[in-house]
């Protein structure tokens, strides 16, 4: 027997193993409901200035377009409500990205190293007040209060 041979074998034997232990109904059993649950989120980036584009990779249009005047992706200058299940996102913009997430209560959670710059932890609402946190200049686009 070869060694892809060999190795297919021992795929099939911990397939069915793993079946064995965990029971079939189990590795064919959907998510529970709260899982797949979409919640209403808004974005809300409309304090930046200028304006730009944004997006959230795999929710809404891209912002790596080659033609701004066709660019389907979404402005600053509009709150956007996203239907988004729990799980993992991210913010992305030109000049500013961050992770954020959606707990099973649909509240959003992220770093609290982003308070200076995004709003709305345990909400429904996202607020992006920076373009960027540390600009060209080296001054941060908000302050320490």
Request: charged letters at 20%.
């Given at each position: 027997m070869n060694h892809v041979n060999?190795?297919?074998?021992w795929r099939w034997a911990?397939?069915?193993?793993?079946?064995?232990?965990?029971?079939?109904?189990?590795?064919?059993?959907a998510p529970p409901p709260s899982y797949t649950k979409e919640h209403a989120i808004m974005i809300d980036p409309t304090v930046l200035d200028p304006p730009?584009?944004?997006?959230?990779?795999?929710?809404?249009?891209?912002?790596?377009n080659s033609d701004p005047d066709s660019l389907d992706?979404?402005?600053?200058?509009?709150?956007?409500?996203l239907a988004l299940k729990p799980g993992k996102y991210k913010f992305i913009s030109f000049t500013?990205?961050?992770?954020?997430?959606?707990?099973?209560?649909?509240?959003?959670?992220?770093?609290?190293?982003?308070?200076?710059?995004?709003?709305?932890?345990?909400?429904?609402?996202?607020?992006?007040r920076c373009k960027r946190t540390y600009?060209?200049?080296?001054q941060p686009d908000y302050t320490y209060q």
């Open positions: 060999q190795l297919e074998v911990m397939a069915v193993l793993f079946a064995g232990v965990v029971g079939l109904e189990l590795v064919d059993a730009s584009w944004w997006y959230v990779p795999g929710v809404t249009p891209s912002i790596y992706a979404y402005k600053t200058t509009d709150k956007r409500t500013f990205d961050f992770p954020f997430s959606v707990n099973l209560d649909g509240k959003l959670e992220f770093a609290s190293s982003l308070d200076q710059c995004v709003e709305g932890r345990g909400t429904q609402t996202l607020i992006v600009p060209y200049g080296g």
